[in-house]
């Protein structure tokens, strides 16, 4: 009976394992899909024909950006090909150790099955039995013929579901073989593709680096709107931080008052000593301590712990085409940008949406188009460029909501600027967006 139950078990790991193998290709294959959908999604932003210095360092920004996302794809490729290949050593093994205990099985079962025809009348196991010197060797005896026809029959079941595992284990072996094949085909199509755009990449730069000067002009007057358009939300931000300073104020005067009368009420007492009153000055003194109210403290928790699967601000297919921080373009010259958040160039009529459940804390005005900032406790995130908004200031908003279509301009790009802070701090807010 113990040796049934143990070869079931078995059998039920075997069938877990099996599934495992398959989940996990299924998993790769899934993550390798949304990868892929994002590329095939981001090669219908059309570049700009317009041969101005303007439009060429868009379609630069937007070449490099969809460079980047295949090389992604390839990287995760390349990822997947070892996990694979870890996975078909493993099934190797398995197989081999399965097919080692199939041979051991099927000897065993040929031993009993030739001891059983050497022993196969009756009347030789009756003449085993009775031949026994006493009633109690008898019983033995009885008891061990029966206990070996059940062993061997045990041993026939054992042979055949060992072999159905060999079979299941070998059908695993081939179709992680045939996915393994099939994604290095992937990846050679996928680095012809990147090899082409690398090539029109280059050929951009050969084009701009003729225009030094015409770039140079182009960057300083970007520079300079968007030195502009940060003093102004430096300035917005500062008025947000003050007002939650107050809030956390008022709370810690409200939480000093509730206390001083609990006090009070306890005591039964309207006199108040010289030692108690110092006792509570204290609580008082330390408002400056606080920097935001009990929500907020509560709403920044759960931003932070959505560090890095937190929507991208926008809807539909997208590219990054500015990344966070001061780098030099590759490819030219004395040519370095300073970037305080993340451009996302997407498609004409795309919008802007909240990253998470927030308030909205500002909607201003810059250069004709609305910029709006959304509050999650210490966090706020700024969503710059659009055209139109749906929300106002004092608007409570979930994450996903949309805020507003961004602006598409007379080039056709339809960029967000998007960035985030922590009160004053630039964070880099592609660490904390899934992509």
């Known amino acids: 009976m113990k040796r049934g139950v143990c070869i079931l078990w078995a059998c039920l790991c075997m069938c877990t394992l099996s599934a495992q193998t398959t989940r996990k290709i299924q998993q790769l294959e899934k993550q390798r899909n949304e990868l892929k959908q994002q590329i095939a999604e981001s090669e219908t932003l059309l570049q700009s024909t317009k041969k101005d210095v303007k439009s060429q360092l868009g ?6 950006g ?6 992604k794809y390839i990287q995760t490729i390349e990822s997947d090909v070892q996990t694979i290949q870890k996975e ?17 099985k099927k000897k065993k079962y040929e031993q009993s099955v030739q001891y059983i025809y050497r022993n196969k009348s009756i009347q030789d ?3 085993f039995i009775f031949s026994a010197e006493n009633f109690g060797q008898m019983y033995r005896r009885l008891r061990y013929v ?52 690398e090539q029109e990449r280059k050929q951009i730069l050969s ?44 709370e810690a005067r409200r939480k000093a008052e509730e206390a001083r009368k609990k006090a009070e009420a306890e005591k039964k007492t309207a006199v108040v000593s010289s030692a108690e009153t110092k ?11 606080y920097k935001v109210d009990s929500e907020d403290r509560r709403l920044s928790s759960s931003f932070e712990k959505n560090k890095g699967i937190l929507p991208v601000p926008i809807t539909g297919p997208y590219v990054v085409v500015g990344h ?9 010259r004395n040519v370095k940008l300073d970037n305080k958040g993340m451009d996302i160039k997407g498609k004409a009529g795309a919008n802007a949406r909240a990253i998470f459940d927030g308030e909205v804390s500002a909607v201003f005005q810059y250069n004709g188009l609305t910029n709006v900032l959304v509050r999650h406790g210490s966090y706020i995130s700024v969503y710059c460029n659009l055209s139109t908004v749906r929300v106002k200031k004092g608007s409570l908003v979930r994450a996903r909501d949309v805020l507003g279509e961004v602006h598409t301009n007379a080039e056709g790009e339809t960029i967000l600027h998007f960035q985030l802070r922590k009160e004053t701090v630039k964070l880099n807010p592609e660490l904390w967006i899934h992509r």
């Open 88 to 104: 078909i050593d493993r099934l190797g093994r398995d197989l081999q150790r399965l097919q080692k205990e199939l041979g051991e």
């Open 125 to 127: 196991k009756l003449m």
């Open 66 to 71: 969809q460079i980047e996302e295949r090389q």
């Open 279 to 289: 006792k509570a000055e204290p609580s008082v003194g330390r408002l400056e301590a």
């Open 207 to 250: 084009n701009l680096q003729k225009k030094q000067r015409s770039i140079q002009s182009e960057l300083t007057k970007q520079r300079r709107s968007a030195d502009k358009l940060n003093a102004q939300i430096d300035r917005l931000i500062e008025i947000e931080i003050e007002k939650a300073r107050k809030r956390a104020e008022e």
């Open 146 to 197: 029966r206990e070996y026809a059940d062993y061997q029959r045990l041993q026939g079941v054992q042979v055949q579901r060992k072999q159905q595992q060999v079979t299941d284990k070998a059908a695993s072996l081939k179709s992680s073989r045939q996915a393994k094949e099939d994604l290095l085909k992937q990846g050679e199509a996928e680095k012809a593709k990147l090899v082409a755009q």
């Open 324 to 332: 966070y921080g001061q780098y030099q373009v590759k490819g030219l």
């Open 59 to 64: 379609n630069l920004a937007l070449i490099s």
